[in-house]
């Protein structure tokens, strides 16, 4: 498989080479290593081209080269602004004429998907960002990195693409990251690359965030170490009802290490299935929704959990409706991510909160831990947007109808909840006692009136400010 390079012509009068490749719902991809890219060397990189193949079994894939770069025009004053990398993306599906398509932008590129995404949101019909960079000042790179690396740039080009591929890129096999750091001297002159370093520390897009129409899926790697998960987060609470999806690892490529989880993301986020499975495994990988619920709660016993935002209505009317609802959306993230991660399922939405169900206790209070660690991380570093979340859990066997639990050990464990201040995690004693031995610290709070209840209930509160997870 080798791909066809052709040609579109943008508005400006820039020639843009780009390939085309697969069936099915169409993909474009602006340069995943903005602002280098070289469609033509890609495949000569190992890693790279096992992505490409694999994900051209599902998706039509559109890649093109940026102006400036690969073998797209080279004008002597390349001009590094979103606002022209955007006619360079209008000129390749208006070439194609495709009407309705997904874009898929990686780190820096994804401000790229952004802007035409906001601007034109008829054409996009899923908008997917991994390890999204939208504004400048989300990295964590120190000045003094910052500083070393432009220094790099002026003095030994090759050098600095070096040092790029092992740091920003994540590529930490010697040779591989030799080859990535040779495309990238071969993409793009030093000239070009320092225009656009240069241009890329004015970025902030956070104010197009909230007018993005598309079905939006924010991917990002747990361990990057130059974006925080609090800026993918903060990302997918901007953006209406967007999803959130943590992937383990710490490489920006999505395409370096086990693609499988990354692809099965995707896939299910587009809707389309491997056509090469059964049918039998096509059901089992694509269960989502009501279906996956009914296989996770076959069986009796179950500890239930809530959450819930403190004074939201109060937050509505002091903030406004927009950005009450991206505090909303926020609690979300947090929420099913660590869902994600300790195996819960998300029952409902419960206005300002959300209800699950875990197989286990130890996971439920491992995951109310989490939430409320997430949330205390995200505080201190937004001081003017803290959010505080109360939680409450209790196990039972609920009554399941349909999609719902309902019952007895449902109700109380809402209740416990509301009995919880801002921050705090409180349990039943029945909760205590199964994850006795468990390593997590409990003080007595003693015997709450709970409404509904005719007996006093004795609760407990998880100390995870003491590290008892």
């Known amino acids: 498989m080798q791909p066809q390079i052709e040609y579109a012509t943008t508005s400006d009068g820039l020639d843009i080479a780009y390939w085309s490749l697969g069936d099915g719902i169409p993909v474009v991809t602006p340069p995943p290593a903005a602002p280098w890219s070289h469609i033509e060397l890609e495949w000569q990189i190992p890693e790279w081209r096992h992505w490409y193949e694999h994900l051209v079994e599902t ?13 797209s025009a080279q004008p002597a004053d390349v001009d590094p602004s979103i606002e022209a990398s955007v006619l360079d993306l209008e000129a390749v599906v208006d070439h194609l004429n495709i009407e309705r398509f997904a874009l898929f932008g990686i780190y820096s590129a994804a401000a790229i ?70 495309y990238m001297q071969k993409a793009m ?11 890329s520390q004015t970025l902030n897009l956070d104010a197009l965030l909230p007018k993005i129409q598309a079905p939006t899926l924010v991917m990002h790697r747990r361990d990057f170490p130059l974006l925080s998960v609090d800026v993918a987060r903060r990302i997918t609470a901007r953006i209406p009802d967007a999803r959130l999806k943590i992937l383990e690892g710490k490489s920006l490529s999505p395409f370096v290490g086990d693609i499988r989880p990354t692809l099965d993301v995707m896939n299910d986020f587009l809707g389309v299935e491997l056509p090469q499975a059964s049918n039998a495994k096509k059901q089992h990988a694509h269960a989502t929704g009501s279906q996956a619920m009914r296989q996770a709660m076959s069986g009796g016993f179950r500890t239930i959990m809530f959450t819930d935002m403190e004074g939201s209505t109060a937050l509505t009317q002091r903030l406004g409706d927009e950005d009450a609802q991206a505090r909303v959306r926020l609690h979300n993230a947090i929420v099913q991510d660590a869902l994600g991660m ?92 199964l994850v006795a031995g468990k390593g997590f610290l409990f003080a007595d709070r003693g015997e709450a009136v709970l409404r509904g209840f005719e007996d006093p209930v ?12």
């Open 59 to 71: 998706e039509r894939v559109i890649r093109y080269d940026g102006r400036g770069s690969g073998l």
């Open 113 to 182: 998907a952004i802007e035409y995404a906001v601007k034109h949101p008829d054409r996009v019909s899923h908008l997917m960002l991994w390890c999204a960079v939208t504004s400048y000042a989300d990295l964590t790179q120190e000045k003094a990195v910052q500083g070393t690396f432009e220094h790099l740039m002026e003095s030994n080009y090759e050098f600095f693409t070096e040092t790029l591929s092992h740091t920003v890129f994540g590529w930490e096999e010697g040779e591989a990251a030799h080859r990535l750091a040779q």
């Open 189 to 199: 002159p030093p000239a070009a690359a320092r225009a656009h370093w240069t241009a």
């Open 342 to 433: 300790f195996g819960g399922t998300q029952i409902k939405h419960t206005g300002d909160g959300i209800m699950a169900s875990f197989l286990t206790s130890s996971s439920a209070v491992e995951c109310a831990v989490a939430i409320q660690q997430a949330f205390e991380a995200h505080n201190r570093a937004n001081p003017d947007e803290q959010v505080f979340v109360r939680i409450g859990l209790n196990a039972g066997e609920p009554v399941q109808e349909g999609d719902d639990l309902f019952g007895t050990a449902v109700q109380l464990a809402s209740r416990v909840c509301a009995a919880a201040a801002p921050g705090e995690v409180l349990t039943s004693d029945v909760v205590r006692q």
């Open 458 to 469: 004795r609760v407990y509160e998880v100390r995870w400010h003491d590290g008892g997870a």
